[in-house]
Structure formats: C-alpha cells, structure tokens
C-alpha cells in the first residue's frame, strides 16, 4: 500500500510523500510541527482493531442494566466513552472483561449482541463505524430482570463467527468500597486505635461486637451485604468445608450443590456465606457471624473475624444513637415542668 501524510499547514493542506511504515506507524520526513494524518487511497472496506467495553448501572433495583460498547481499540475513543458514562444522569461501574475482539471489525457491516441465557438487547444489531469524530457514542443496553450469571457474544451477521464473548458472574458487579477517599482519621478514631493496639485479640474483638448493644439491652441488626461476604469470602482459607459443616450448620447435601458448579474457590466460600444468610434470615448479623467462628483456631479464620469486627466498628458509627426510654421520659418531664 503507499502511505502519504496530510499535512495542514498556514498555507494549506498539502500531500506528502512517506518514507516507511508498519503495521502500526508511519515514517515521513519532519518539515514543521504542524497537524498532519495518515492518509490511504483504497476501495477496499476499512478493518479496526476492535474492543468491546462493559459498563453496568449501580442502582437498588434487583434486576441488571449494562451498557455495551463496540469501539475502535484506540485511546482517545475509550477515553470518550468514559467520559460519556460518567457524565451520564445514572451510575455505572465498569465492568473488567478482556475487551479485544477475536477479529478485525469491517466498519459498515453488521454484528449481532446475543445473550444466553435470553436477555432483553437495544438494539441486537449494530452497524460497526469509526465513531471517532462522533460525540455520541452508540451503545447497546442489556437487561436482565433476575439477577443470574449469563453469557454475552458479539456474532457477525454475515459469517455467523463469534469475534467477542465473555461470561459475566455475579462476583464482577458486586460492589466494593465505593467511597476510598472519604476520611477514616480523627483524633478520638486514632486515640482509640492506639489504646486496642495494646489490649489482645480477643479483647479487642469482643470490645467492638459489644459496641453494637445499646445500654438498654436492644442490639442493632447489623446484616451482612453482598459486599462483605465476599471480602470474608477472600479470606476464608481452605478449611471452608469445615467450617460450613461444623460452624455455620450447613448440610453437606448443601456443599455438593455449591461445588457441582465448578466455579472459583472463592465464588464457592461467598455461596456458602450466601446460604448460611439464608438459612439465618433476619439473624444473619455480623454479631451472629461473629459467634460462629470465634472459636474456630484458624490464622485465615482470624483475618475474617477482624474484618467482621471492623466492619461493625463501622456500621455502629453510622446507626442514628438510640436514647432510653427513662431519659426521654425526664425530658418530656422537664418540657412539662417547665
């Protein structure tokens, strides 16, 4: 192929000629530091490197919404779709998928986004174009009513070939600390700190379960989100069975069901957290947690009990403070009296 180089200069634009190129670079002769472009002459349909980029809406809806971008692999357009989520009126967190496609993407031809199992897509089908210049960029949304793990491929019309797939599990949207820049320090949280630093373990740990009941005997339910069972889940070490079966009361008729999935240990450990919260209900706590495996003799275990326990530090910060009846009663007395 011959290569020149469009150079815009005060004069004008001029074609000029290139000395070499590859696969991706173009050589030329530096006359002035002004805009120049490659340029090609050619009939022939134009191929991209392709990529295909997740996004997934954060709301307190059960059901799932993703946004589907089907770009050019270049910089500056990635970067525009990013700066298009996040301008946009609703959240989203990206989802991390390897995102190159399988083939080159032929701009003007069609490619089909398909589901399994079944999911609602606007639109199915895309035109595939260099939306560079564009500043709206195309999406296609994917809904799912029941949260579920489900696959997603890219297919060309014309060939059937799959060039894109990726199968989305609930552990990749399931939401981490969101807020990594809002203060934790302060003088009394440092005070404290340094005086648990030289009381044991376990001392510390009951002090801080025990921080959750109010002086009127009425404990704070302090139920376990998604979000935490899986960060326990990470640290739970490879006696998870034990521990289900012996700690956490499950059956072993519910361990096969969980490892017959074949999945990641650490998606089996957050299952079993999972049923152990269903089978709890209203009674999965951290406190509940918390009595479950305190005695269990386990370095992995430990780390999971120091999570639990920091995890109700805070949560215990955040609940409104609850008064006693006998000190509401002396104010209302007083408001009377007075």
């Given at each position: 192929?011959?290569?020149?180089?469009?150079?815009?200069?005060?004069?004008?634009?001029?074609?000029?000629?290139?000395?070499?190129?590859?696969?991706?670079?173009?050589?030329?002769?530096?006359?002035?530091?002004?805009?120049?472009?490659?340029?090609?002459?050619?009939?022939?349909?134009?191929?991209?490197?392709?990529?295909?980029?997740?996004?997934?809406?954060?709301?307190?809806?059960?059901?799932?919404?993703?946004?589907?971008?089907?770009?050019?692999?270049?910089?500056?357009?990635?970067?525009?779709?990013?700066?298009?989520?996040?301008?946009?009126?609703?959240?989203?967190?990206?989802?991390?998928?390897?995102?190159?496609?399988?083939?080159?993407?032929?701009?003007?031809?069609?490619?089909?986004?398909?589901?399994?199992?079944?999911?609602?897509?606007?639109?199915?089908?895309?035109?595939?174009?260099d939306g560079s210049l564009l500043?709206?960029?195309?999406?296609?949304?994917?809904?799912?009513?029941?949260?579920?793990?489900?696959?997603?491929?890219?297919?060309?019309?014309?060939?059937?070939?799959?060039?894109?797939?990726?199968?989305?599990?609930?552990?990749?949207?399931?939401?981490?600390?969101?807020?990594?820049?809002?203060?934790?320090?302060?003088?009394?949280?440092?005070?404290?700190?340094?005086?648990?630093?030289?009381?044991?373990?376990?001392?510390?740990?009951?002090?801080?379960?025990?921080?959750?009941?109010?002086?009127?005997?009425?404990?704070?339910?302090?139920?376990?989100?998604?979000?935490?069972?899986?960060?326990?889940?990470?640290?739970?070490?490879?006696?998870?069975?034990?521990?289900?079966?012996?700690?956490?009361?499950?059956?072993?008729?519910?361990?096969?069901?969980?490892?017959?999935?074949?999945?990641?240990?650490?998606?089996?450990?957050?299952?079993?957290?999972?049923?152990?919260?269903?089978?709890?209900?209203?009674?999965?706590t951290a406190q509940n947690l918390?009595?479950?495996?305190?005695?269990?003799?386990?370095?992995?275990?430990?780390?999971?009990?120091k999570a639990v326990g920091a995890?109700?530090?805070?949560?215990?910060?955040?609940?409104?403070?609850?008064?006693?009846?006998?000190?509401?009663?002396?104010?209302?007395?007083?408001?009377?009296?007075?």
């Open positions: 192929m011959m290569f020149k180089v469009l150079h815009v200069k005060s004069t004008g634009a001029l074609l000029e000629y290139t000395v070499d190129h590859s696969a991706t670079h173009v050589k030329w002769h530096v006359s002035s530091l002004s805009p120049v472009g490659p340029v090609i002459q050619s009939e022939e349909a134009v191929f991209h490197h392709g990529a295909v980029i997740l996004y997934k809406a954060i709301d307190h809806n059960p059901s799932l919404s993703f946004r589907v971008y089907i770009a050019t692999n270049n910089e500056s357009f990635i970067k525009d779709i990013s700066k298009s989520v996040k301008h946009s009126s609703k959240k989203f967190m990206k989802i991390d998928k390897p995102p190159v496609c399988q083939k080159l993407l032929q701009n003007g031809k069609k490619y089909r986004l398909i589901s399994e199992p079944e999911a609602e897509i606007t639109p199915e089908e895309i035109e595939f174009v500043k709206l960029k195309s999406y296609s949304e994917v809904y799912l009513e029941q949260p579920a793990e489900f696959k997603l491929l890219l297919v060309e019309m014309d060939s059937e070939e799959i060039v894109w797939k990726a199968k989305l599990r609930e552990c990749d949207w399931v939401q981490h600390d969101q807020n990594p820049n809002v203060s934790k320090s302060g003088t009394s949280g440092n005070r404290r700190r340094k005086m648990s630093s030289s009381l044991p373990d376990e001392v510390v740990y009951d002090k801080r379960m025990k921080q959750i009941d109010t002086s009127d005997g009425v404990k704070t339910k302090t139920l376990l989100t998604d979000t935490q069972l899986i960060n326990l889940a990470e640290k739970l070490g490879k006696e998870w069975v034990k521990i289900a079966i012996a700690n956490l009361k499950l059956k072993i008729s519910d361990i096969d069901a969980i490892l017959e999935k074949k999945e990641d240990v650490t998606i089996n450990k957050f299952r079993m957290l999972k049923k152990w919260q269903e089978k709890e209900q209203s009674n999965a918390w009595n479950c495996l305190k005695n269990v003799n386990s370095v992995e275990v430990q780390d999971v009990l995890f109700c530090e805070r949560k215990s910060h955040l609940e409104p403070a609850l008064v006693k009846r006998s000190e509401v009663e002396l104010l209302c007395r007083g408001v009377t009296e007075g």
